[in-house]
């Protein structure tokens, strides 16, 4: 009898121990069942998480502005390459204050007064460098669920192209109010002196008409050449390409001018290769060909010698050249000659009659037209203008940046 018992008890023991076992087993399997799925879940998030955040430094990437982002600590999380180009940084700055990052005291003293307001707080300040940049920051405090600071956001606005738009605005719209002044106050002066009694006087009336004709004529032609500068500006202009016989395109505009020309003396030798042709807009190259030589016959030698010549060039160019015999150009005004008003000798140039805006046409026609336009001179040898234009439209049917017909 206590041999059953005993028997019934060791089974019933091992009923029991199996059955531990066997729920230990499961629980372990469970356990490391469950800490897979917990490694897969960070796993996934961490990958998810580097998706989010490699996403996010692509759309910062992609963004023209310098932008940064600070942690709580104030310390740099995220950078985009805007701002690396900006400020030249070659070392990896996260993790860094931005006084370690960018030593610039004016960023630290922003952030610094982002923790006593919610609201968008910006400064100004100029970079050093070849040229020197004007920059706005814009920061803000990143805010959690709870309205608490949880970092900032700091946006870099590069203005110096915007200020330099600027600034020739101004120095445009001056210049222009200059160069309309000027004849208007003269054309009235002559016109109330008429009516003052010079118009009984026939002869002082005839000069003083011619005057006011004359500079009839001079605001005209300002208008013109504005309205001009301001289709090329905008892209307005559409250029009808023609393949142009060059030297006998230009002994055209030469026998125009010639009037000009024996007047002063001058001789105009036309050295073009009888071969050389270029695909071009007719009216917009006769524009460029007619202000070279006017330029040349205005402030060249009086009794002197233009010479117009051209040669093939590489990369589908022909190259040309207008040049003169007379005072040269100083080196000062040789970078500037073809800006808009820009002149060497103003009361001279505009005794002669030009509005100051003849090479800046030159260069936006050339320019329009996938050229280049430069002026090489030595002071007492003259000056010589060259450009160069397409030998064949290129396979878009364009020749340079505006639209183009045939």
Wanted: glycine share 8%; aromatic share 6%; charged share 25%.
């Amino acid at each position: 009898m206590w041999t059953a018992i005993v028997t019934i008890g060791l089974i019933v023991l091992a009923a029991v121990h199996l059955r531990r076992l066997h729920t230990w087993r499961r629980d372990r399997r469970l356990l490391a069942e469950s800490r897979r799925a917990l490694a897969q879940a960070e796993e996934r998030h961490r990958e998810a998480d580097f998706q989010a955040r490699a996403q996010l430094q692509t759309l910062f990437n992609g963004m023209v502005e310098g932008v940064m982002l600070l942690d709580p600590a104030g310390k740099v999380h995220l950078l985009n390459q805007s701002l690396e180009h900006l400020f030249n940084l070659v070392l990896d700055v996260r993790g860094m204050t931005i006084m370690e990052a960018i030593r610039r005291p004016e960023l630290a003293a922003l952030v610094e007064r982002l923790k006593s307001t919610r609201q968008v707080v910006s400064v100004e300040m100029e970079i050093n460098g070849a040229p020197p940049r004007l920059i706005e920051v814009n920061a803000a405090s990143v805010l959690d669920r709870d309205g608490q600071p949880q970092g900032a956001i700091l946006v870099f606005h590069d203005l110096t192209r915007i200020r330099q738009l600027e600034s020739t605005r101004r120095e445009f719209v001056a210049n222009v109010s200059h160069e309309l002044r000027t004849p208007l106050s003269l054309i009235k002066g002559y016109a109330e002196t008429l009516l003052s009694g010079a118009k009984d006087n026939p002869e002082v009336a005839t000069r003083f008409l011619q005057k006011i004709e004359r500079h009839s004529n001079r605001l005209t032609n300002l208008i013109e050449d504005l309205l001009t500068i301001s289709r090329l500006e905008s892209g307005q202009v559409t250029l009808k390409l023609n393949k142009v016989e060059l030297r006998e395109f230009a002994a055209r505009i030469a026998e125009d001018l010639q009037g000009r020309s024996i007047e002063k003396g001058v001789v105009i030798e036309n050295r073009i290769p009888p071969s050389l042709a270029a695909h071009a807009d007719l009216d917009r190259l006769q524009q460029v060909f007619f202000n070279l030589l006017d330029n040349a016959i205005k402030y060249g030698r009086t009794g002197g010698r233009i010479v117009l010549d051209g040669r093939d060039s590489l990369e589908n160019k022909v190259q040309l050249c207008v040049s003169d015999d007379g005072p040269g150009i100083p080196p000062d005004a040789r970078e500037r000659i073809f800006e808009r008003f820009y002149r060497i000798d103003k009361a001279r140039s505009r005794e002669a009659g030009g509005t100051g805006l003849g090479l800046s046409i030159v260069k936006h026609i050339v320019q329009s037209h996938g050229g280049e336009v430069w002026v090489e001179s030595e002071l007492g040898r003259g000056a010589s203008f060259f450009f160069t234009l397409p030998k064949e439209p290129d396979s878009s049917g364009r020749a340079g940046g505006f639209p183009t017909e045939h």
